[in-house]
């Protein structure tokens, strides 16, 4: 096992994996940008080490600073948590060129599964479902005709090397084609320095079920059950919850059979996520994988009490997974809502400041909240407007929309806005509460509003 783990990231991922580390008995190193000086990461790691200005691309996305950092604190192993350089290859391959591991899977799957067109194909290859799409890149515009022709609209345009929403277009005519084409290959390319696209036909009125997955290096390969996400504005997860209210026990265990089938297929050593579409007919298709830790990977952790940082930080040093599929127990049901310094009064307008006050719900069983924030403390513009991550769970649904509500009742910040009363309006809504939505409902039913 590994005697220090340096965390490449800030916020409450980073606050998440380093008391993890803690439990598990590893020192740990927390980096930072001079704004993060007095970040809560950097005060409850060991240590900690400037990388850089503000900027993401001068400090969290600054490789060879943090390399450094990492040589010079004398880390065996980086955490990225996730966005930043989580998925990202070069940094992956870096680390081992500096003898320094990192906690994701190699450099070669990162590759094979970043790239989403090339997902694609290798999914087809191991009998996964996939959504009907271009065979690889779309190179230009005029090729970009040619494939919503043959799909049929509505079709979606998407960065291949895409993620977090960025890079995603949704085009219902020929007249929207080119400029949706133009604006996401320069969104994707400012994003992720990479800018091929590709294409799908878009299924309409859809669920996002992710399932989670957990490879060793002896070849094991389980999944810890899904995650519904399709509480979505633009692209973008608003609320999570485990297990899916749409799915019976058959298409459970099809769906979770097939994500096993496409890590094991790829070699996947990590902790990782098999996406999916579930249309209303009862069919699923593989979306995409991240080959990362997810922002909702709590509600997995509710339901199934294996704490998903820890498995990944034991498959890095070489050990093999404790449990069996068997093993696996789904208990009760959990939810996730994720809250923003933003506006909705605004239009979701970011709100950064300094917090005031701050009152976090109280405890009681089954209520969690992941947060690196603090009265006092400064909400910057420069990074996510994420500050906190309120998890409920209950022995059903009900108890835990309950619960949920409770905690967003007792949750007080001053000095940013926040997404709080937009959360409850979801939680208050008939449909939610009956579990009838998908990825179109907060735009037609809680926006609209």
């Given at each position: 096992m590994f005697n220090k783990i340096l965390i490449a990231n800030r916020?409450?991922?980073?606050?998440?994996?380093?008391?993890?580390?803690?439990?598990?008995?590893?020192?740990?190193?927390?980096?930072?940008?001079?704004?993060?000086?007095?970040?809560?990461?950097?005060?409850?790691?060991?240590?900690?080490?400037?990388?850089?200005?503000?900027?993401?691309?001068?400090?969290?996305?600054?490789?060879?600073?943090?390399?450094?950092?990492?040589?010079?604190?004398?880390?065996?192993?980086?955490?990225?948590?996730?966005?930043?350089?989580?998925?990202?290859?070069?940094?992956?391959?870096?680390?081992?060129?500096?003898?320094?591991?990192?906690?994701?899977?190699?450099?070669?799957?990162?590759?094979?599964?970043?790239?989403?067109?090339?997902?694609?194909?290798?999914?087809?290859?191991?009998?996964?479902?996939?959504?009907?799409?271009?065979?690889?890149?779309?190179?230009?515009?005029?090729?970009?005709?040619?494939?919503?022709?043959?799909?049929?609209?509505?079709?979606?345009?998407?960065?291949?090397?895409?993620?977090?929403?960025?890079?995603?277009?949704?085009?219902?005519?020929?007249?929207?084609?080119?400029?949706?084409?133009?604006t996401a290959k320069s969104e994707t390319k400012a994003a992720f320095g990479d800018d091929t696209m590709y294409m799908e036909k878009v299924i309409e009125r859809a669920r996002h079920i992710e399932i989670q997955v957990l490879g060793d290096s002896f070849g094991n390969v389980i999944h810890l059950g899904e995650r519904d996400c399709s509480l979505q504005r633009r692209n973008q997860k608003v609320m999570e919850e485990a297990p899916s209210p749409a799915l019976n026990d058959e298409t459970r265990k099809k769906m979770g059979e097939a994500a096993v089938r496409a890590a094991k297929y790829v070699g996947y050593k990590s902790a990782g996520t098999i996406e999916f579409l579930y249309d209303r007919s009862g069919s699923f298709y593989f979306m995409e994988m991240n080959t990362r830790v997810q922002v909702e990977h709590p509600v997995t952790e509710m339901i199934t009490g294996i704490d998903i940082v820890k498995e990944q930080i034991k498959i890095a040093a070489g050990e093999a997974l404790d449990y069996t599929q068997d093993d696996v127990i789904i208990n009760g049901h959990a939810i996730e809502c994720r809250i923003n310094a933003e506006s909705p009064e605004r239009n979701f307008a970011p709100s950064p400041g300094n917090i005031d006050y701050l009152l976090m719900p109280g405890g009681g069983i089954g209520v969690r909240v992941d947060s690196a924030v603090y009265a006092g403390c400064a909400i910057t513009p420069f990074y996510d407007s994420m500050i906190a991550k309120v998890i409920a769970w209950g022995r059903n649904r009900d108890e835990a929309i309950a619960k949920m509500y409770r905690a967003l009742y007792e949750f007080v910040i001053e000095g940013v806005d926040t997404n709080i009363d937009f959360e409850e309006a979801i939680l208050f809504n008939p449909k939610y509460i009956e579990g009838d939505f998908d990825t179109s409902f907060i735009a037609d039913e809680i926006i609209k509003q």
């Amino acid at each position: 096992m590994f005697n220090k783990i340096l965390i490449a990231n800030r916020g409450e991922i980073a606050v998440r994996i380093i008391r993890a580390c803690r439990e598990m008995g590893i020192a740990t190193v927390a980096v930072f940008s001079e704004p993060d000086r007095e970040a809560l990461h950097t005060q409850l790691a060991d240590e900690a080490v400037c990388i850089g200005p503000a900027r993401a691309a001068d400090s969290y996305l600054n490789m060879q600073n943090i390399i450094s950092a990492a040589v010079l604190t004398k880390a065996q192993a980086i955490h990225p948590g996730y966005g930043f350089l989580s998925e990202n290859s070069t940094f992956a391959a870096m680390c081992e060129e500096c003898n320094i591991k990192f906690i994701g899977p190699d450099p070669e799957t990162i590759d094979e599964m970043g790239n989403k067109s090339n997902a694609r194909r290798l999914m087809i290859e191991a009998g996964v479902p996939v959504i009907p799409g271009s065979n690889g890149a779309v190179n230009s515009v005029e090729e970009a005709y040619e494939e919503a022709e043959r799909l049929g609209y509505p079709v979606m345009v998407k960065a291949a090397a895409g993620g977090g929403g960025r890079g995603i277009r949704i085009v219902r005519s020929r007249d929207e084609l080119a400029d949706a084409y133009e604006t996401a290959k320069s969104e994707t390319k400012a994003a992720f320095g990479d800018d091929t696209m590709y294409m799908e036909k878009v299924i309409e009125r859809a669920r996002h079920i992710e399932i989670q997955v957990l490879g060793d290096s002896f070849g094991n390969v389980i999944h810890l059950g899904e995650r519904d996400c399709s509480l979505q504005r633009r692209n973008q997860k608003v609320m999570e919850e485990a297990p899916s209210p749409a799915l019976n026990d058959e298409t459970r265990k099809k769906m979770g059979e097939a994500a096993v089938r496409a890590a094991k297929y790829v070699g996947y050593k990590s902790a990782g996520t098999i996406e999916f579409l579930y249309d209303r007919s009862g069919s699923f298709y593989f979306m995409e994988m991240n080959t990362r830790v997810q922002v909702e990977h709590p509600v997995t952790e509710m339901i199934t009490g294996i704490d998903i940082v820890k498995e990944q930080i034991k498959i890095a040093a070489g050990e093999a997974l404790d449990y069996t599929q068997d093993d696996v127990i789904i208990n009760g049901h959990a939810i996730e809502c994720r809250i923003n310094a933003e506006s909705p009064e605004r239009n979701f307008a970011p709100s950064p400041g300094n917090i005031d006050y701050l009152l976090m719900p109280g405890g009681g069983i089954g209520v969690r909240v992941d947060s690196a924030v603090y009265a006092g403390c400064a909400i910057t513009p420069f990074y996510d407007s994420m500050i906190a991550k309120v998890i409920a769970w209950g022995r059903n649904r009900d108890e835990a929309i309950a619960k949920m509500y409770r905690a967003l009742y007792e949750f007080v910040i001053e000095g940013v806005d926040t997404n709080i009363d937009f959360e409850e309006a979801i939680l208050f809504n008939p449909k939610y509460i009956e579990g009838d939505f998908d990825t179109s409902f907060i735009a037609d039913e809680i926006i609209k509003q």
